[in-house]
């Protein structure tokens, strides 16, 4: 996201000038127009409870009561949850209760509590600003989610402590943050340290009515403070944009200037600080006493618990900077630090004391109402021992009564059963009369012990503050509800017992159903390498379907050749010279195979063929374009003869040959070099033989 359209994220613990920073943005406006949405503290758990009824977030309101003075929080001119309000449907369902404290360190359910954030931002039309007490410990990790400007605001410490006091609604969700699910190693060290009771119920209301009247000491309460803000200085450090101390925001102009200066170049406008007004007071060496050693403390359980010893320095110093003591200039300075050093220690020791008290007050009541629980078994088991005894009584009545019916007559034993019944009813009726006597007499000595009871219970009622007397009976509350808690956690671990069958159960499932997939894997894998051979056979098959067709049409080719050549064979072959030299061909092998040639047989040879051999060349020659020549010709045309490597000797015949001139004239440049080869060796033959004639 650009830096123009960021929203702006404003973490801070509580009592730290929240509500001054959240309405100076709220306020700011550019063109008469409001720049922001501003959404206070939308992490409550009031939200939680305006799920099913949104106009809870417009009743509970402090703007011009006690209520605000007491608080000191300024004049809001519009409902303190106004904005949450208006986009009421597009959180409802995305807000899990679990964001507001039990993941209040960010280990259980930071991406719910970026869900929500996130749909707040979604709803407005406007640059959003949301400030937020329960997240100075996440801060990284919303950052790293949600992007944005993000700044840590916080207070002095002590300032910040003694702020808390002015109602007891901090001292119950310190405890509860305590409660919150996987919590740091410090954490974990101070709970230890101050024997923190966690609460068996996640539930809010539940952590609201159970801690109540379970107050904190001085001590642990600071503890627990000032812990929670050496987690945040830690976790703002190299992560936030900007970290304001709303005590020089207040006193310094020009931290004032540069903050405002700062945010201005960061895209942030129209906001205005100049009215900035954080209370504070002056301190003495009995708060220096009561807090210096707890902040020893907790700087020992940071570093012991491996965080970085220099980012603990660096943080414990930035406090200690802004931690300055401005005393009041006048005469009565040392008087008016000394009476506040006594009206601390007395502070102190009141509050020492009211935990003390409640907490002595919790386990007499505890103890009481024990002991009247086991009066009540004892009345019980009392009771049932009276009703056991009357029914063996009982019993052994009607036995005898049934020995009676068998000795006497039918009318007798009649008369004798109606008087065994009456005794036996008037055993019973004394009996039960004498028994109901000493019980009535038990009671009114336990009415009288539970008067007494109530009479103390109304001394000490007297003595304690309405509010304390609200306790008592809250806690009598809890004590059964406690009870009932027992009783819910034994259902509880029945169903578990059943989940857990039922887990172990589709455990099995998943086993057979990862077989099954594996199977169907395998099926898979082997159905691919079927497609892959079936298209590889696809290919070959086009493949050699293309060679088929190349090698058919090749064949064609050779085919056409061959009935060619077969045709000027058979045309060669039905040629009239081809039929007149039938004679010498077979007089030729006849002589050739019949008997070995000799000087006598080759002229005896010749002299039979030289007359029939002369008329034929001498027709040939005469006759060049027909007879067995042209046949030649046309057979060496069809293979290619420009192609005979052979090169034909000339022949110089004689001037008076007859033969002479023809073969002159005779062209043979368009034989094959078979043909050229037969015409060469009949030439040589004619010439020798017309040497070897007188």
């Not at 808390?164 to 305590?178: E, R, S, T, W």
């Not at 819910?488 to 017992?497: D, F, N, Q, Y």
């Not at 590889?536 to 061959?562: Q, R």
């Not at 000797?649 to 368009?670: G, W």
């Amino acid at each position: 996201m650009k830096d123009k359209v960021d929203p702006v994220f404003i973490h801070s613990l509580h009592r730290s000038g929240s509500t001054y920073v959240f309405n100076a943005f709220r306020r700011a406006q550019k063109n008469g127009n409001f720049i922001y949405t501003a959404f206070q503290e939308p992490i409550h758990e009031l939200a939680v409870y305006a799920r099913e009824n949104p106009e809870t977030l417009l009743n509970n309101q402090e703007a011009g009561g006690q209520l605000q003075k007491l608080l000191r929080h300024p004049a809001l001119d519009r409902p303190y949850f106004i904005e949450l309000y208006e986009v009421f449907p597009c959180w409802k369902a995305v807000l899990r209760p679990e964001i507001v404290y039990a993941d209040y360190f960010g280990n259980c359910a930071i991406d719910q509590t970026v869900f929500y954030l996130q749909a707040l931002v979604n709803a407005s039309q406007q640059r959003v600003v949301i400030q937020e007490c329960r997240t100075p410990v996440r801060m990284s990790l919303l950052k790293q989610q949600l992007g944005g400007i993000h700044i840590h605001l916080w207070r002095n410490p002590w300032d910040q402590w003694w702020s808390l006091k002015v109602a007891d609604y901090f001292n119950v969700i310190y405890q509860i943050i305590l409660n919150a699910d996987l919590p740091p190693e410090p954490i974990e060290r101070l709970k230890s340290y101050i024997g923190f009771v966690s609460c068996p119920s996640k539930d809010l209301s539940a952590q609201f009515q159970f801690y109540k009247f379970r107050r904190l000491s001085p001590e642990a309460s600071y503890l627990v403070s000032f812990m929670l803000l050496m987690l945040a200085l830690i976790d703002a450090e190299n992560v936030v944009d900007f970290d304001i101390n709303i005590d020089r925001l207040s006193s310094d102009p020009e931290y004032r200037q540069r903050i405002q200066s700062s945010l201005e170049l960061k895209g942030v406008e129209g906001v205005d600080f100049s009215d900035c007004a954080s209370p504070r007071a002056p301190f003495g060496k009995t708060d220096r006493d009561f807090f210096a050693p707890l902040e020893d403390r907790v700087l020992s359980w940071l570093k012991c618990s491996g965080y970085d010893h220099e980012v603990v320095e660096r943080a414990d110093e930035r406090r200690r900077q802004a931690a300055t003591v401005h005393l009041p200039h006048r005469k009565e300075s040392h008087r008016l630090l000394d009476e506040i050093d006594r009206r601390g220690d007395i502070v102190f020791r009141l509050e020492r004391g009211i935990a003390s008290e409640m907490q002595s007050l919790y386990r007499e009541f505890e103890s009481v109402h024990q002991v009247s629980m086991d009066d009540r078994a004892a009345h019980a088991k009392a009771l049932e021992s009276v009703h056991q005894a009357l029914m063996d009584e009982r019993t052994a009545h009607a036995k005898e009564l049934e020995s009676v019916r068998q000795v006497l007559t039918d009318e007798q034993a009649e008369r004798a059963v109606e008087q065994a019944h009456n005794r036996l009813i008037e055993a019973e009726w004394g009996a039960a009369k004498g028994r109901i006597e000493e019980l009535t007499a038990e009671l009114a000595l336990r009415v009288a012990d539970i008067q007494v009871f109530q009479q103390e219970l109304a001394s000490v009622r007297q003595a304690l503050t309405s509010e304390q007397a609200m306790h008592v009976v809250a806690q009598e509350r809890n004590r059964f509800i406690e009870i009932e808690l027992g009783v819910t956690k034994g259902r509880i671990e029945r169903l578990a017992s059943e989940l857990a069958l039922r887990v172990s159960d589709i455990q099995v499932s998943y086993k057979e159903l990862a077989s099954v997939r594996l199977a169907h894997a395998n099926q898979q894998t082997a159905l691919r390498e079927e497609q892959e051979r079936s298209r590889w056979l696809e290919s070959e098959w086009g493949t050699a379907k293309a060679k088929v067709e190349e090698l058919n049409g090749i064949a064609h080719h050779w085919y056409a050749v061959a009935e060619q050549r077969d045709r000027s064979l058979a045309s060669l072959y039905a040629s009239g010279s081809w039929r007149v030299t039938l004679p010498l061909r077979i007089l030729w092998d006849v002589g050739y195979r019949s008997f070995e040639f000799s000087e006598r047989g080759i002229k005896i040879l010749g002299s039979m063929v030289r007359w029939p051999v002369r008329r034929a060349m001498r027709m040939l020659l005469q006759h060049p374009q027909s007879g067995p020549i042209a046949s030649a010709n046309v057979f060496a045309e069809e293979n290619n003869p420009s192609s005979d490597p052979v090169a034909l000797a000339e022949v110089s015949p004689e001037e008076n040959t007859p033969l002479s001139d023809p073969i002159r004239l005779l062209d043979l440049s368009h034989l094959s070099p078979r043909a050229r080869h037969i015409y060469v060796d009949l030439k040589a033959a004619f010439e020798r033989r017309q040497k070897e004639e007188p």
